[in-house]
């Protein structure tokens, strides 16, 4: 038989690692592994110019690839009105060409630089607010295009709208001024 000063050890030893045995069944753990940001790096951009064959080139009619931009439909109208009707902050983007009375090199982009307001829900929704150029007049092309979508992470968007190919935005002709209404 064991002695009791060896007893009292084992009993200890059994008592302390059933504890912790009981402790490491109850303890659940979870691994988060993101990304980061900056180790990411962007894919990069291709420009893919299409090609055909001359064999099958011949058969086929021309297409017209450098559409050149269409003059301003009204060149009085340089106000735009935009009407918020829905119930979201949104952000309107206009994506415009370049003056097409002023021809440029071949290799520049045709579009300006996009730019962008923003309203609040229901901002404008009644008679609509003008809209400024910070670079100048506002003068709206045909294929000029304007887009517009929620800021609350909602993923709704409206659009696009491309100038004289979309109902919207229309000409009034009574003020010569372009109404884009954007509506739930």
Not at 6 to 18: D, E
Not at 25 to 37: A, G
Not at 133 to 156: E, H, I, R, T
């Amino acid at each position: 038989m064991a002695s009791k000063s060896g007893i009292v050890p084992m009993v200890l030893a059994a008592v302390v690692g059933g504890s912790g045995a009981l402790l490491l069944t109850q303890l659940y753990f979870s691994i988060w592994i993101e990304p980061s940001i900056t180790a990411e790096k962007a894919p990069p951009v291709l420009e893919v110019k299409p090609t055909v064959p001359d064999a099958m080139a011949k058969d086929q009619p021309k297409v017209i690839a450098n559409k050149e931009p269409h003059l301003s439909i009204d060149p009085r109208s340089d106000v735009l009105r935009i009407s918020n009707q829905t119930q979201f902050p949104i952000r309107v983007v206009l994506r415009s060409h370049l003056n097409p009375n002023h021809p440029s090199p071949p290799d520049t982009p045709h579009f300006k630089e996009p730019v962008h307001w923003d309203f609040a829900p229901q901002e404008g929704s009644i008679g609509g607010l003008k809209v400024s150029l910070p670079s100048g007049p506002m003068q709206l092309y045909q294929g000029d295009v304007l887009m517009a979508f929620a800021l609350d992470g909602s993923q709704k968007y409206w659009g696009p709208y491309v100038v004289g190919d979309t109902p919207q935005p229309t000409l009034k002709q009574t003020d010569a001024e372009w109404h884009l209404v954007i509506s739930p």
